[in-house]
C-alpha cells in the first residue's frame, strides 16, 4: 500500500483511537476510523480545557461530536508549555470520567430512615432544600451574642468545599454562605495545604508557591522532601528532569523509597515526622560554616534585627507559655508580646548590619539550633549520617550568588501537628541561601487540587475573606474599627521610608470586596451584614467536625468533597452525619458522604438525616477558570455539555439561591437584608449563571467617574490594575488579587501567546500564557533576586534587572527603583522574615514529636508534643503504645486521586489500581510472618481497614534512639461504595487522629501510630 503523509497521519491516528477506545470493547469501523482521525469541523469540534486533578494544571483539547454534544476524545495540548501535550495517567482518562454511566443523570433524596435513593426532579430538590435552608437558619440564627455584641450569625448550618469548582463558583459560594450567616465555612485547604498558608505569609508575606512549574528547570539543585512528585504530579517532573539535564542535582527525603527517590542523586531514608530535626540541623550546617548569602541576608532579611529582651527558649517552651485545661481545644498557648523586636524611639526594629550583637536574628538562629547536632539529627530522624552531611552539603551550596536550589513540597510537610513549621524552616533555610525571588529557587508548594489555590484565594474557608482579607470577629463592631485594627501594624511599619507595608491598602480592597458582594449598600451597612466570629474562637475542620459530633447543627453542605474518606478520623465523621438533620452533597458521582446512612456499620432504618444529592458537571463540561499551584489563572471552555440532567456548579448555586431568596421574599425570616441584597442578580446571563460576568465583578469595575492622577475612568469601565482600587465605594472588586484578570483589553486568563522577550525566554516566563496573580507576576518577590543597585546576583538567569529608568523582565515586585523600597513588599517591615514572632508555636522552629509517636521522650527537649497543639481531650491517643508499635503513614498513587471519588469510578484506573494495600519491608514482614500479596489487617487506637501486603525494599527499618522501629504506609485513595462490590477496600483515613496544628488546625495524617497483623 502505497503511504503518502496524508495517509500516514491518519492511520496513526486511527491507531491511537482504536488503542484508547480498546479497553471499552469499542473497535471503530473503517469509515469511522477516517472520521475519527480527521476530527474535522463538520462533525466535531475542539476546545480547550485544564485538567480537573492536581494543581500542575496542564493543558487538554476535548473533541466534542456536534450532533451528539459528548465528549469523544481528551487528550494533552501540545501548545501548552507546561504538559506540553503530555498528561499522566489521571489526565489520560478525562474522556471516561465525563462519558460514564455511573454518573447519575438526575437529583437524588433519601428520606428520613429510609433504605434507598430516590429520584426527583431539579425544581423539587431545591425547592425542598431552600425549605430546610430557611428553616434552619431563621431557627439558629444569633443576632448578639451572650456579650451582647452583634454577630448576624447562622449557627445551624456547616459548608465543606470546593476545591474542584471553578474560581467564578468559588466566589459566588463563598457569598452566598456568608449572606446565609455561616461561619462553619471549610474545605480541602483546611486537610491539605492550609499550613502553607501561614508559614510563607509569616516568612515572605504571601501564602503562595513563590515560582512556578517552567521555573523548576532553571534550578542547580532540586529538594523533593514531604511530597513524591513523580508520581503525584507527574508532569511537574518533566521540568526537574529538564533541570538535571542541565546539571542540576536531585535530592529527595522519605521514609519510602519512591519514583522520585529512583531518579535522585541522594536518597535518604527518615522516620516520618523529623524533619524538622533534619533541616534544623542544615540551617545550623549553613550557620557553622558560614555559608550564608551574606549580602541577600543583610539586604533582604530581618537577620540583621535585634529582639527584645524578654523573647527566650527553654527546653522545648518559649517565654510566654500558658498550658491549657482538657476542656480547652488547644493544648496551651503564647503570650506573643514577649516574643516582640527591641524598638527605637520612633517605634521601629533596631538593627545591627555587623551581626555582632547577641540579640540581633542571626545569632539567636545560630544558638537555637546548637543543639541540632549531626548525631543527635541522625538519632531522632533514623537517617544515614553521611547521607545527611552529603544532602547538607550539596544543597548548601546553592547559597552562591549564582546558584539557586528550590524545594518540591506538599503533604508530607503539610499535614503534621508542626506542619506551619516544617515549611517555616525551610523558609527560612531558602532566605539564608538567596534563594527567594529567584529563577530556579522558591518554596513551592504542590497543590493537589486543580484549584485548591484559587479556591483559597476565594475564601473558602472560615478565617478569610477574598484576595486574604481577615473574617471579621465580633470584638470588631463595626467597620471603622474593622479597618483600624488591620491596618495599624502596618501604617506602623510604614513608617520605615524603605517599608512599602502592601496591606495598608487594605481599606481599598475591603471597601471594593464589599460594593462587590452588597452593590447598593455602604461600606459600613455592608459590613454589618457579615457573619462574625467568636472573639478567640476558630472553626477549623476538625473542630466542625466535633462540633456535629455533638448534634450542634441541624443542615450540611458537602459540596465537591467527600470527608466520609478525606478527613482525618474517618469513622468519626461518619458517626457525626447521622446527628444532622439534613444534608445536601454536590457531586459527580453518588459516594461515601451522600450515601453515609448505608456505609459499613450503619443500620439506615436508624438514621434520620435526610439527604440530597445534585449531581454536577465534570470540568469539560462547563466554563470558567482555574488557578493551578504557581498561580496561573486558566480559563477552560464547556465542551460537550452536561451529561443527563446534571448542572454546572454555579447553575446549582444560583438555582438554590433564587429559590432561598423567593421564600424570604414572601415570608420574611430571620435577619433577610444580606440574602436580598446580594449581588447574586450580576452574576447571571440569558441561561443562569455567567462565568464572564462574575469574572468581570471579581476583577472589579468603577462605580462612577472616577479621576486618578488626572486619568478619567467612566462608571462600569474594567479597573485594570488593584493599584486603582478606591475606599470610598468608586470601585468595585470581588477579590483585589484579581484585579487585572480581566479587563477592557479583555479575559486574561484566556489568553494563549508564547511570545517573549529574549529576557522572559532566557527563564521560560510565559507572560502572555493565561494571567498570573498578582498583576501577572510570575516570580513572587523577584526584586530580591537584586542587590540594592538593581543589579542581579545571577545575571545569566535574572528575572528582573534594572536598566537605568525602569526593570525588566518579569512584572517587578513594586516598581519603585532601586534601593527605595525593601522586597518583600507584604510585610510590615518589608524584609523576609527569619524570625516570625507571628506563628502561634514560636518564632523559631523546633522539634516536637508527632501526637501519636512509639517513643515516650526525645533528644532535643523535655517537651513530647507541640505544646500548643489543637486535640480533642476526650479522644485517646496512642503514645508509646505496644498495642500500636509502627510509625504508620498514608501516601498517594498515581492512578487515582484524593479519596478516589473519581478515578475509582473511572474503570481505566481502577483496573490499574484496583485496592488498598500496605508498605512494609520485609524485615517486618519476616517477622510478622506475612507474605507478599496476603491480605492482613492493619489498626490504630481509632479503627482498623483491610490491605493487601505489599512487602518491599522501599521501605526498611531504621535505628531511632538506639531502637529499631519500623514504618508502613497506605494509600489513602479507597472506600467502600467503589468498587460496588467493595473489593477495594475502605479508606485509610479510618486510622488517622483528630489533632491538628495550633496555627491552622490542619490534621495530622502523614504520621500516627498503628499495628498490622495477618488475617
Not at 494544571?57 to 454534544?69: A, Q, S, Y
Amino acid at each position: 500500500m502505497k503511504i503518502n503523509r496524508r495517509r500516514f497521519l491518519k492511520l496513526t491516528a486511527a491507531t491511537a483511537v482504536a488503542t484508547a477506545f480498546g479497553g471499552l470493547g469499542f473497535v471503530p469501523d473503517a469509515q469511522a476510523l477516517d472520521r475519527v482521525a480527521m476530527l474535522g469541523p463538520k462533525w466535531s469540534r475542539q476546545t480547550t480545557s485544564i485538567c480537573p486533578y492536581c494543581g500542575v494544571g496542564c493543558g487538554l483539547i476535548v473533541n466534542t461530536d456536534l450532533k451528539t454534544r459528548r465528549a469523544i476524545n481528551t487528550e494533552g495540548d501540545p501548545d501548552h508549555p507546561i504538559n506540553e501535550g503530555s498528561t499522566c495517567a489521571k489526565g489520560a482518562s478525562i474522556w471516561q470520567l465525563a462519558e460514564n454511566d455511573e454518573r447519575p443523570p438526575r437529583p437524588r433524596y433519601r428520606a428520613p430512615y429510609s433504605t434507598e435513593w430516590k429520584e426527583v426532579s431539579w425544581e423539587w430538590a431545591l425547592g425542598e432544600i431552600a425549605k430546610r435552608v430557611k428553616k434552619t437558619r431563621d431557627a439558629t440564627f444569633t443576632l448578639k451574642n451572650a456579650k451582647g455584641q452583634v454577630v448576624n450569625r447562622c449557627n445551624g448550618i456547616a459548608s465543606v468545599g470546593s476545591a474542584a469548582i471553578d474560581n467564578e463558583e468559588c466566589w459566588a459560594y463563598q457569598s452566598i454562605l456568608r449572606s446565609l450567616g455561616l461561619v462553619y465555612v471549610e474545605h480541602q485547604a483546611r486537610i491539605c495545604h492550609s499550613s502553607t498558608v501561614p508559614a510563607l505569609a509569616e516568612s515572605f508575606g504571601r501564602g503562595a508557591m513563590t515560582n512556578h512549574w517552567n521555573d523548576i528547570a532553571n534550578s542547580d539543585c532540586v529538594l523533593v522532601m514531604g511530597s513524591n512528585a513523580a508520581e503525584n504530579h507527574p508532569i511537574s517532573f518533566k521540568w526537574v528532569t529538564r533541570a538535571m539535564h542541565k546539571g542540576a542535582k536531585l535530592i529527595n527525603l522519605d521514609p519510602r523509597f519512591t519514583r522520585t527517590s529512583s531518579r535522585a542523586d541522594l536518597h535518604c531514608h527518615i522516620r516520618a515526622g523529623t524533619d524538622i530535626a533534619i533541616l534544623g540541623g542544615l540551617i545550623k550546617y549553613i550557620l557553622d560554616n558560614d555559608l550564608i548569602q551574606k549580602d541577600y541576608v543583610l539586604t533582604h532579611t530581618n537577620g540583621s534585627t535585634l529582639v527584645g529582651e524578654k523573647f527566650g527558649f527553654n527546653d522545648g517552651l518559649f517565654t510566654g507559655y500558658t498550658k491549657n485545661g482538657d476542656d480547652q481545644d488547644y493544648a496551651g498557648s503564647y503570650d506573643k508580646s514577649q516574643w516582640a523586636f527591641d524598638k527605637d524611639s520612633d517605634g521601629l526594629p533596631k538593627k545591627d548590619p555587623s551581626l555582632k550583637h547577641p540579640r540581633c536574628v542571626i545569632n539567636l538562629l545560630k544558638k537555637h539550633y546548637e543543639r541540632y547536632d549531626i548525631d543527635t539529627v541522625s538519632s531522632v530522624s533514623g537517617a544515614d549520617k553521611q547521607k545527611l552531611l552529603e544532602f547538607y552539603r550539596l544543597y548548601s551550596a546553592t547559597g552562591k550568588p549564582d546558584k539557586a536550589g528550590t524545594i518540591l513540597y506538599a503533604m508530607g510537610w503539610t499535614q503534621h501537628t508542626v506542619g506551619v513549621q516544617y515549611i517555616r524552616t525551610m523558609a527560612m533555610v531558602q532566605l539564608l541561601l538567596g534563594n527567594i525571588g529567584v529563577a530556579g529557587g522558591g518554596v513551592n508548594a504542590m497543590r493537589g487540587e486543580s484549584n485548591v489555590q484559587g479556591s483559597t484565594d476565594h475564601a473558602l474557608l472560615w478565617h478569610l475573606l477574598p484576595g486574604y482579607l481577615a473574617t471579621p470577629n465580633a470584638g470588631l463592631a463595626d467597620y471603622k474599627t474593622y479597618i483600624d485594627a488591620k491596618t495599624t501594624p502596618h501604617l506602623e511599619g510604614a513608617k520605615d521610608p524603605m517599608s512599602a507595608a502592601w496591606w495598608q491598602n487594605t481599606p481599598k480592597y475591603m471597601a471594593s470586596l464589599l460594593k462587590a458582594m452588597y452593590p447598593n449598600a455602604t461600606a459600613e451597612q455592608a459590613y454589618a451584614w457579615l457573619p462574625k466570629a467568636e472573639d478567640g474562637k476558630t472553626y477549623t475542620w476538625l473542630q466542625l467536625f466535633d462540633a456535629m459530633s455533638k448534634s450542634e447543627f441541624k443542615g450540611f453542605f458537602a459540596w465537591g468533597m467527600n470527608p466520609a474518606c478525606g478527613g482525618a478520623n474517618a469513622g468519626k465523621n461518619r458517626k457525626a452525619m447521622a446527628n444532622l438533620d439534613w444534608m445536601v452533597n454536590v457531586n459527580i458521582f453518588d459516594n461515601e458522604t451522600g450515601s453515609f446512612w448505608r456505609g459499613p456499620g450503619q443500620d439506615p432504618k436508624k438514621i434520620k438525616t435526610e439527604v440530597f444529592f445534585l449531581p454536577c458537571a465534570v470540568s469539560i463540561e462547563k466554563e470558567g477558570s482555574i488557578i493551578n499551584s504557581g498561580r496561573w489563572m486558566q480559563w477552560r471552555y464547556e465542551g460537550p455539555v452536561p451529561r443527563g440532567e446534571s448542572k454546572s456548579d454555579g447553575h446549582i448555586m444560583t438555582e438554590l439561591y433564587d429559590a432561598i431568596r423567593s421564600l424570604y421574599a414572601k415570608e420574611s425570616g430571620a435577619f433577610p437584608e444580606p440574602i436580598k441584597n446580594l449581588s447574586v442578580d450580576m452574576w447571571k446571563g440569558g441561561h443562569g449563571f455567567d462565568a464572564h460576568k462574575v469574572a468581570k465583578l471579581i476583577n472589579g469595575h468603577f462605580t462612577r467617574d472616577v479621576t486618578i492622577d488626572g486619568k478619567t475612568y467612566k462608571k462600569g469601565t474594567q479597573v485594570p490594575s488593584f493599584a486603582l482600587l478606591q475606599d470610598d465605594g468608586s470601585t468595585a472588586s470581588g477579590n483585589w488579587l484579581y484585579c487585572n484578570s480581566y479587563t477592557e483589553s479583555g479575559n486574561m486568563a484566556a489568553r494563549r501567546s508564547k511570545e517573549q522577550t529574549p529576557e522572559q525566554a532566557n527563564i521560560g516566563l510565559f507572560p502572555n500564557w493565561a494571567w498570573c496573580w498578582p498583576v501577572n507576576r510570575r516570580v513572587l518577590y523577584n526584586r530580591a533576586s537584586c542587590d540594592n543597585t538593581g543589579k542581579p546576583y545571577a545575571p545569566q538567569k535574572a528575572v528582573v534587572r534594572w536598566d537605568g529608568g525602569k526593570w525588566i523582565g518579569d512584572v517587578p515586585d513594586g516598581g519603585w527603583a532601586p534601593g527605595t523600597k525593601y522586597a518583600f513588599i507584604m510585610q510590615a517591615a518589608g524584609l523576609g522574615q527569619l524570625y516570625g514572632p507571628g506563628r502561634q508555636d514560636g518564632p523559631f522552629p523546633e522539634h516536637y514529636e508527632p501526637m501519636e509517636t512509639p517513643f515516650k521522650a526525645h533528644s532535643f527537649s523535655k517537651q513530647l508534643n507541640n505544646p500548643a497543639v489543637l486535640r480533642f481531650a476526650r479522644e485517646a491517643l496512642a503514645v508509646a503504645d505496644p498495642n500500636y508499635p509502627l510509625v504508620a503513614t498514608t501516601f498517594r498513587v498515581t492512578e487515582h486521586w484524593q479519596t478516589g471519588h473519581m478515578t475509582r469510578h473511572t474503570p481505566w484506573l481502577l483496573e490499574a489500581m484496583p485496592q488498598i494495600f500496605v508498605e512494609m519491608s520485609e524485615e517486618l514482614a519476616r517477622e510478622r510472618g506475612i507474605e507478599n500479596g496476603e491480605k492482613v489487617m492493619v489498626e490504630s487506637i481509632r479503627g482498623s481497614v483491610w490491605a493487601v501486603a505489599m512487602v518491599t525494599k522501599r521501605l526498611r527499618p531504621l535505628t531511632v534512639m538506639g531502637r529499631t522501629t519500623h514504618q508502613i504506609g497506605l494509600p489513602w485513595h479507597f472506600g467502600w461504595q467503589m468498587p460496588h462490590d467493595g473489593s477495594g477496600g475502605d479508606s485509610a483515613n479510618l486510622l488517622t487522629p483528630s489533632v491538628g496544628d495550633p496555627n491552622t488546625g490542619i490534621p495530622e495524617t502523614k504520621v500516627f501510630v498503628a499495628n498490622v497483623r495477618k488475617l
